[in-house]
């Protein structure tokens, strides 16, 4: 209960505090890349049940001829680096975090198709809220292997409490500041998780 009462607290305050900074935002999308402004995905929350997660959008919706997407390598603006190295795109998951679906920390909410690949273990991770930061975020986050990310989250799980939240949300601030580990070495955002026996 606590943990939710400063989620709605801390959430609704940066909602209002960093409007302008939202907006400004918001303005430089749509300049940029274009309509929609959001990212929105379904997502798996606690207990696995999907929710609809909403960041700024980073990429264009350019294709090949065929009519496929290109790579996020090639899709990836400038200015969508620049909101991922700043960590600025995740801004709207406030919205997730004060509605409920998302707690400021916790373990990130991953695809829905990674679902399915998880061990018995690895599943644990949606004992609790998906986090808008968390253990692995702050301990190696795009630098991890994924076998490493699921341990950690496993970790948090077993041993979350208000302090180590504290503690987490402070060393994003340091991470973020630093802009570490953003992405992942060789690919401009995080690889896929391909199942355990890859």
Not at 83 to 92: F, V
Request: net charge positive.
């Amino acid at each position: 209960m606590l943990k939710r009462i400063f989620d709605i607290i801390v959430s609704g305050t940066l909602i209002i505090v960093l409007l302008p900074v939202i907006v400004l935002i918001y303005c430089g999308v749509r300049l940029k890349l274009g309509a929609p402004v959001f990212f929105k995905q379904l997502r798996p929350g606690r207990n696995a049940e999907l929710f609809e997660l909403i960041k700024f959008r980073t990429m264009l919706d350019a294709q090949d001829k065929a009519g496929t997407l290109l790579s996020d390598e090639e899709r990836l603006t400038d200015f969508g680096r620049l909101l991922r190295a700043t960590s600025l795109d995740e801004l709207p998951e406030l919205w997730n975090v004060f509605k409920g679906n998302m707690s400021l920390v916790g373990p990130r909410p991953l695809l829905e198709e990674y679902l399915p690949l998880y061990s018995p273990e690895q599943s644990r991770r949606h004992e609790v809220r998906p986090g808008v930061t968390g253990w692995a975020q702050v301990n190696g986050r795009n630098n991890l292997s994924w076998p490493e990310r699921f341990r950690m989250d496993v970790w948090y799980v077993e041993n979350q409490s208000f302090w180590l939240d504290l503690k987490i949300l402070l060393m994003t601030v340091k991470k973020v500041f630093l802009r570490e580990d953003i992405n992942q070495s060789g690919h401009a955002t995080a690889e896929k998780f391909k199942g355990n026996d890859k």
